[in-house]
């Protein structure tokens, strides 16, 4: 079976506080997508990384920083120095050839992280 | 902006009705992938399509269709609503990673 787990529902805060969202995943794919997407209250879902299974570098664009760790099966994502506008629902999500379609847009998706940044 | 259109943003109806919602892929997108955004149920695949084609299937019912159209668009057709098919239906894009539109908030009364 394939599975995303986000353990934290809620996360609060205090501006320019580091944050770690954690993103934990299953599968028996050898070759799958790793994603993270933003919803702020807006709603819209906005992309923010992919990340595929044989890629295990690290990535940082600005304040935000992702760590892909295949022996523990966890996608986690950093924001340094949180901002207010940091504000949304955080989705970790997976994508493996066996979900059918021969595509990467047939997503599983976490249930998501709710992240509160006040200032 | 994501280039991915959806119409109608927000839609009210009642139960036992029939809704149609619309979604325009970014310029050059063969593919329309359609998603439910429910509380209960977090984000769920509904169904791909691939120029024209039905490619994958995930937890769609089957009071709901969809198809792809020549020039690319896509309708998801929901019928004989509920009150627990209230929710925000996205419609998506590629190649790569997958590109949201705004999404259809549905709400059923």
């Known amino acids: 079976a394939q599975k995303v787990t986000q353990a934290q529902t809620e996360i609060s805060v205090v501006e320019k506080e580091d944050v770690t969202l954690d993103c934990v995943y299953e599968?028996?794919?050898?070759?799958?997508?790793l994603f993270w997407y933003k919803q702020p209250p807006s709603g819209e879902l906005v992309f923010l990384i992919r990340?595929?299974?044989?890629?295990?570098q690290n990535e940082i664009s600005g304040r935000y920083s992702w760590n892909f760790q295949k022996s523990t099966s966890s996608f986690n994502f950093t924001i340094t120095a949180s901002q207010v506008v940091d504000s949304a629902v955080y989705f970790c999500?997976?994508?493996?050839?066996?979900?059918?379609?021969?595509?990467?847009?047939?997503?599983?998706f976490g249930k998501g992280t709710k992240l509160s940044v006040k200032p | 902006d994501s280039g991915v259109t959806q119409t109608p943003k927000h839609l009210i109806t009642a139960t036992g009705q029939r809704v149609t919602l619309r979604c325009s892929p970014r310029?050059?997108?063969?593919?329309v992938y359609w998603y439910q955004q429910s509380l209960d149920q977090g984000l769920q695949f509904l169904i791909h399509?691939?120029?024209?084609?039905?490619?994958a299937k995930g937890n769609i019912l089957e009071r709901f269709s969809a198809q792809q159209f020549p020039d690319l668009h896509s309708e998801l057709n929901l019928s004989s609503l509920e009150l627990g098919d209230s929710a925000l239906y996205f419609c998506?894009?590629?190649?790569?990673?997958?590109?949201f539109g705004e999404g259809s908030r549905l709400t059923v009364l």
């Open positions: 990340r595929n299974s044989f890629d295990e």
């Open positions: 999500a997976l994508s493996a050839p066996s979900r059918g379609g021969g595509s990467q847009g047939n997503l599983i």
């Open positions: 599968t028996r794919d050898t070759t799958y997508y």
């Open positions: 310029s050059g997108d063969l593919s």
């Open positions: 399509y691939y120029n024209g084609e039905e490619r």
């Open positions: 998506a894009s590629d190649p790569g990673e997958l590109f």
